[in-house]
């Protein structure tokens, strides 16, 4: 028997049609069981099934249900990227000088990919509007969302060459399957910034980067992906998208309990004090609990950073940026492991792994030097931030921290730190045209900051605390490591430990010595008698 | 001139085309975060400390890879590909291996299909190129 082409295909088009829905139905198991961890498949939204043109549209597609939570994002500081000091200063990345990048005051387009926002090229960004909130860059599960560096925090929707006139194209985004996908997130999302910070994976922090997408117990017990997993947010517990844990609002002492479920809790919850309470250790191990009064969990526990592979920037000398090769290309230079350790655009690098962190006294408090605070060039390091902290305010433990050392550029004239223009397709910017004198005239221009023409290089340090990669129990500091001689500690000041190099008494170990000889004198002479006496008797 | 199919061919042509589109759903809905953890602890674990060095996905095509992952031929061909995803194998290293005993009990054909996901997903043409780390 034969049939027409078309019926053909008809016969065809349903049976496969039929075959499909049955195949879908009997679904396998991994995509059911993701589906069965939410109370919603977003691919069903027909809001959702559209060909989204830009991140907006998304964005309005997601408040049509989601009706609160553009309003909450935008009291974050996620969002408004500043934050209010207790000293009365307003700092947040978009306000204070760091010796990375510097600032992201004339640098918008570029710095605002890491903006949860879309569209924040210039101080003109429109703070209220709500279409404005990216969702997607925390709530994408796909992995493939990305916001390209140079489109104001924008999604690109259709292949574009960028720079214009470069021949590079960055290549297109299909929104509509990523917004099917979303659900809570995870630590792919936040490290999608978090790990990327100062402009590199690790760069910044030197405890956050990219191997702690997928760690082992040795990097992380706590978010190994074979044991707990833990999310971001499992620690920086968010509610109403309010993310705690900002260094900013640090917590260097924790005098609370473990946070019991049920039980109000208005602590900062990302401490280790709020799961792990404040006898932590054992009975075998209680000596230790003695500790935890003066001496932060990290600082046992965390035994070095930049632990998954993935080197750290420790310095960052920008006075040698601008050199040209023999070819006259902007000159870069590796390292024997590949790494770039110089370019022109940047300057040189010193890069670490495994690093030992340095140790200070931690209050919580933490002060900065702003843009137009007096600087003076000397022997002494300018702080760019500094932690405050002694053993004898009551308030500190002994923390451990990444020191970030550079060389940056300043105005020696008014003596301020320099805000840099560095990235743009424009005339002044530096990594166009290798010019100090323009990219600090427009980047001071861009704050309404006077500036003298003149530039000079300061020398400055940043402090880090170091709170992630917590190693496992078998692998934290031993009592040696601080009670010797050449201890971890010895550069913390005001308070004694024993076995300490600094905290060393030749006089009283002298004593102590003597003692100790002096009775085993006695002893050996008391049993050398009784062996005598005994002898005579019998 | 109508031209004409038999059933027979129509039924072939349906059954082939379910199955394409079976294997591509398949692939497309594959955990590629779960495909990441068995990729880097178990067959980057293997790989780095047995057999000359890891292989991140990003040194290879999607094309390489999907070819690779079709073949199902492991080391040059001594031995098959599915064998390291199955579950006797995971088995055999789950006393020494985390994430060979984490997964002990995903089907073996669930399992290739999440490293087939993050594999592809990682390769230098994919959507995040992604390296050994």
New interface residues.
Partial sequence: MQMPMHAAFRTIAVMAAMLMAAAAHGAPDAASAQLLKSTSDHSKFKVLQQDFQSGPEVTKACLSCHTEAARQLQLTQHWKWEFLNPDGRRLGKKNVINNFCTSVASNYAYCTTCHIGYGWKDDQFDFTAQENVDCLICHDTTGNYRKPSGFAGNVVTRDTEFPPGSGKVVKALKLRPIAQEVAKTSRDNCGACHFFGGGGDGVKHGDLDSSLASPDKALDVHMDATGNNFACATCHMTEGHQVPGSRYAPTAVDKGGAHLRGKERTGNPTTCQSCHGQAPHKANLAKLNDHTDKVACQTCHIPAYARGGIATKMAWDWSTAGRMGPDGKPLVKTDAKGRVIYTAAKGHFVLAENVVPEYAWFNGKVTYTLLGDRIEKSDQPTRINHFEGSASDGKSTIWPVKVFRGKQAYDPVNQTLAVLHMAGNDDTAFWTNFNWEKAVAAGMASVGAPFSGQVDFVSTESMWPITHMVAPAQSALKCRDCHASDGRLEKVSGIYIPGRGSDHATWLDGIGWALAALALFGALAHGSGRIFVSRRRT | M??????A???S???L??AL??IG??AA?????RG??YY??VCTDCHGAKAGGAIAPNSRSIKDWTAYLSADRHARGKDALKKYVSREYRASIKGVN??A??YADV?D??LF??IRSFML?GAKDG??PASC?
């Avoid at chain 2, 109508?2 to 059933?7: A, D, E, L, N, R």
């Avoid at chain 2, 809905?29 to 975060?33: I, L, N």
């Fill in positions: 109508t031209k004409t199919v038999s059933p061919c129509a039924v042509l349906c059954l085309g379910v589109h079976a759903a398949h809905d594959g955990d590629w975060k990441r953890v880097q602890k985390k994430a005993e984490k089907p054909e669930q299909n999440d997903k959507d995040s780390t």
